[in-house]
C-alpha cells in the first residue's frame, strides 16, 4: 500500500459515503459528492467495503471507484 498512496493523502481520510433507504451509495470527496452508485454496483461497493481490513483500505476502495477525477490542478 505504501507504493500506491506516495504522498500519504490516503490518511486524511478524504473519502466518505452515505446510503439511502434505496441503496443507492453516494460516494463524496471532502463533502462534496463525486460518484453515485446504484443495483449490483452498489452492493459489489458495500461488500468490498465490509471486507476491507483498516480505514486505508477502505479509503483506497472509494478512491479507486472514484476514478481519475482529481488532476492537481483544482482550486483551494
Do not use: C, H, W
Request: proline residues 1%; glycine residues 6%.
Amino acid at each position: 500500500m505504501n507504493q500506491i498512496d506516495k504522498r500519504n493523502r490516503l490518511n486524511e481520510e478524504p473519502f466518505s459515503f452515505r446510503i439511502n433507504k434505496n441503496n443507492t451509495v453516494f460516494l463524496e470527496y471532502n463533502g462534496k459528492q463525486v460518484k453515485t452508485l446504484k443495483g449490483k454496483d452498489a452492493e459489489k461497493f458495500l461488500r468490498k467495503m465490509n471486507d476491507a481490513l483498516d480505514e486505508k483500505s477502505r479509503q483506497l476502495i472509494m478512491a479507486k471507484i472514484t476514478g481519475n477525477f482529481k488532476r492537481g490542478n483544482e482550486r483551494t
